[in-house]
C-alpha cells in the first residue's frame, strides 16, 4: 500500500510540475540555510582550529595592561635577564618564549619599495609552527642568536616582491634598524602552508614577513619590551593550560611588584572560545530565518494540498467507492506533502551543498558537509510536510463519498 501511495504521490507531483517547484521553493530556501549555515559553522570552526593548532595552541602574549602611561615604570617592561629567569623557573612547562618584538620600514630594491616586518624569534621558534616549510637555505641557529647577525628567513611571497624570485639565498637588503641602515642577508626562504582564507582570517597585512634573531632587539636601542610571546608545553591542554597561564601571569606580576590585572594575556585557546561564541550566535540568527522560511513553505505545502483535495473530490469519492478507507486517503495524501517537501528538502540540500563545496575550490579551502546534518535536514523536510499536510489531508478523508461523486 505505501509503494502504492508513493507511486501516486509522485505522479500528482510530475503532473503539475511547475506548481509543486513553486510550492517547493520556501523548502529548498529553508533546508538550504540549514545545510549552509551549519556546513559554514563546521568549516569555520575546524579552519580555526586548525589555524592555531599550527600557530600553536599553547601559544600566549604577555603584555602590560597599565591603562594610565604616566604610571608605568622602566622596571614594568621585559628585559633578557627576566626572559633567562623565566626559563630557569619554569623549566620545561615553558617551552618557548621571547620579546615578541617586531619592527616594520620601508625596504628600497630594484622591483620598488615595499613595506617588510622584521620579527625577532630564537632558533626553535620553527619548531612551534607546523605551517612553516623552509623551501631554500636554512632557518635561525642558535650561532646567528648568540653572534647577532644581521640574516633574516623570508616568506616566498616577500621574497618574490623584493627580488623577482623566490631562491634568494644570499641576497641582501638594507632597512633601517637601530638607528641606521643595516644590510640583512637573507639565509633561508620559507612557504606558509595555509588557505587564501586561513591567511585572511589570520589577518595577514600587505607587510612582508621576515623573520631575524630576537638577539637583534636585546641588544638595541629597542631592548625593553612590553610583551612577551610564549608556548607551555605542548601536552598542556584545557585546564592544564589555563592553569599555567594563570601562574604565568601572577608569578611575572609578582616579581614586578603588580597586580595580575596590569598583565593581559591573549591566548589562541581564548580566541578560539570567542570564534565559537561568534559563530554560535551567527548560527542562531540564521537559523530563525531559516526556520521562518520553512514555515512559509509548510504553509504553502498546506495550501497546495487544499487546492489538489478541492481538484481531486471525485478521485476521492471514486476510490472510497470502491473500498478505499478514510484512513488510506489519510495516509495517501500525507504521504504526498511528505513527498513534496522532502524532495524540495533534497534539492535544497543539493544546492547548499554544490554551492560550498565550490566556493571551497575557489578559495583553497577544505569544507565540512557533515552526512548527519544533511539526513537530519532531508528528514525534518519530511516532517514539515507530514505536520502541513494533516488538515488538508483530513479534509480529504473526511469526504462523503456520495457528495464527492457528485461534485463537479
Do not use: W
Amino acid at each position: 500500500m505505501f509503494v502504492e501511495n508513493l507511486k501516486m504521490a509522485l505522479s500528482a507531483l510530475v503532473a503539475n510540475k511547475m506548481r509543486s517547484f513553486l510550492t517547493m521553493l520556501g523548502i529548498i530556501i529553508g533546508i538550504g540555510s540549514v545545510i549552509g549555515i551549519a556546513s559554514i559553522g563546521d568549516t569555520v570552526r575546524q579552519m580555526v582550529s586548525t589555524i592555531y593548532q599550527n600557530v600553536g595552541a599553547t601559544q600566549s602574549i604577555v603584555y602590560l595592561n597599565i591603562q594610565d602611561e604616566a604610571g608605568i615604570r622602566d622596571t614594568d617592561f621585559f628585559t633578557n635577564e627576566e626572559i633567562e629567569k623565566y626559563k630557569k623557573i619554569f623549566g620545561t612547562d615553558l617551552a618557548y618564549v621571547d620579546t615578541n618584538s617586531s619592527l616594520t620600514s620601508e625596504v628600497k630594491t630594484k622591483l620598488g619599495i615595499n613595506k617588510v616586518t622584521l620579527t625577532g624569534v630564537d632558533s626553535n621558534f620553527l619548531n612551534f609552527q607546523p605551517t612553516m616549510e623552509i623551501k631554500y637555505g636554512r632557518f635561525l641557529t642558535s650561532k646567528d642568536i648568540e653572534s647577532r647577525r644581521y640574516v633574516v628567513v623570508v616568506e616566498d611571497t616577500a621574497a618574490l616582491k623584493l627580488f623577482g624570485k623566490e631562491d634568494v639565498v644570499g641576497k641582501t637588503f638594507r632597512e633601517k634598524f637601530n638607528g641606521a641602515l643595516q644590510e640583512f642577508t637573507v639565509i633561508g626562504v620559507y612557504h606558509e602552508n595555509m588557505s587564501p582564507l586561513q591567511k585572511v582570517f589570520m589577518g595577514n597585512s600587505q607587510d612582508l614577513k621576515t623573520y631575524v634573531p630576537t638577539s637583534l632587539f636585546i641588544e638595541s636601542e629597542y631592548n625593553m619590551f612590553s610583551g612577551l610571546r610564549i608556548f607551555a608545553n605542548k601536552n598542556f591542554s584545557g585546564e592544564t593550560l589555563k592553569r599555567f597561564n594563570e601562574n604565568f601571569v601572577e608569578y611575572v606580576a609578582r616579581t614586578k611588584g603588580r597586580n595580575k590585572e596590569d598583565f593581559y594575556l591573549y591566548s589562541a585557546g581564548n580566541e578560539m572560545a570567542q570564534v565559537d561564541g561568534f559563530l554560535s550566535a551567527i548560527s542562531i540568527a540564521m537559523g530563525g530565518i531559516a526556520a521562518i522560511s520553512l514555515i512559509v513553505g509548510g504553509i504553502g505545502i498546506m495550501n497546495i494540498m487544499l487546492v489538489s483535495v478541492t481538484e481531486r473530490t471525485r478521485e476521492i469519492g471514486t476510490r472510497k467507492a470502491l473500498g478505499a478507507t478514510t484512513r488510506d486517503i489519510l495516509t495517501q495524501f500525507l504521504i504526498e506533502s511528505a513527498v513534496l517537501s522532502a524532495i524540495g528538502g533534497i534539492i535544497g540540500t543539493s544546492i547548499a551543498s554544490g554551492a560550498i563545496l565550490i566556493a571551497g575550490a575557489i578559495m583553497q579551502q577544505s569544507v565540512v558537509i557533515r552526512p548527519i546534518i544533511v539526513i537530519l535536514a532531508v528528514g525534518f523536510s519530511a516532517l514539515v510536510g507530514i505536520f502541513f499536510g494533516i488538515y488538508p489531508a483530513l479534509k480529504a478523508a473526511k469526504r462523503d463519498p456520495i457528495i464527492a461523486l457528485r461534485y463537479e
